[in-house]
């Protein structure tokens, strides 16, 4: 089944202790994407990739980082976490060509305490 | 730049009621305009899409119209259903711009009730 499987699904943390979300997708997707959601706020992109270590910021990429060394992964690093990171984390991917139909993971609720 | 502005919500419906969810976008170049939808606990599922100008996009009794014009998109259903209820958002992309990023509306509640 072609999908988008991100793992946690759910996860609560303290401020300060890293951890990585991660993405996988099945599809052969040249283009990867990090977004937020929150309410009032609607989706947020955070990163973008194109393709292989090529990744770039979207609009809010302020404490994550994100790497690309195979097509198929993408995985979403808070370094040092803080509460205003607090969210519902969606991991989503496309091919290039065509009108941008993204494929949307199920979601990452993360709570920092 | 470019944005997408959405009706606020949440819109509570009766079943069987018309629904419109109103979608309004600025843009430079010419974007192709989506709609997605979010039932309770899932990520975002494409609707339906338009590439073009006077295009209608359907899918699952929903529709919306490419209005260049009116610089619109709204999204329309005859009779909504119970299973309807989700958050409904508007989107837009511009192949012409670095990313293909899609812009996203705020999202639009339904809820539906039977």
């Known amino acids: 089944e072609a999908q988008v499987t991100q793992n946690p699904r759910y996860l609560i943390t303290v401020t300060g202790k890293k951890l990585t979300v991660t993405c996988s997708q099945n599809m052969n997707h040249e283009y990867m994407s990090w977004y937020r959601q929150d309410p009032g706020l609607g989706l947020r992109q955070i990163y973008y990739s194109m393709n292989v270590e090529v990744t770039d910021k979207g609009d809010v990429p302020e404490g994550y980082k994100v790497s690309r060394k195979e097509k198929r992964n993408f995985p979403l690093i808070l370094e040092s976490p803080s509460p205003n990171q607090t969210s519902l984390y969606f991991c989503a991917s496309s091919f290039l060509s065509g009108a941008n139909v993204l494929t949307f993971g199920a979601g990452s609720r993360l709570t920092v305490l | 730049g470019n944005s997408v502005t959405q009706m606020e919500g949440p819109v509570t419906l009766s079943e069987e009621a018309f629904l419109t969810i109103n979608c309004t976008y600025t843009a430079t170049g010419y974007p192709s305009l989506f709609w997605y939808v979010q039932y309770p606990g899932e990520g975002l599922q494409l609707l339906l899409k338009a590439t073009k100008a006077d295009d209608k996009g359907s899918n699952k009794g929903f529709e919306a119209t490419y209005r260049k014009e009116t610089t619109s998109f709204h999204l329309e259903k005859g009779s909504v259903q119970v299973s309807d209820s989700a958050v409904y958002f508007c989107?837009?992309?511009?192949?012409?711009?670095?990313?293909?990023?899609?812009?996203f509306g705020k999202g639009t509640t339904l809820s539906v009730s039977s």
């Open positions: 989107a837009l992309s511009d192949i012409n711009q670095a990313g293909t990023a899609l812009i």
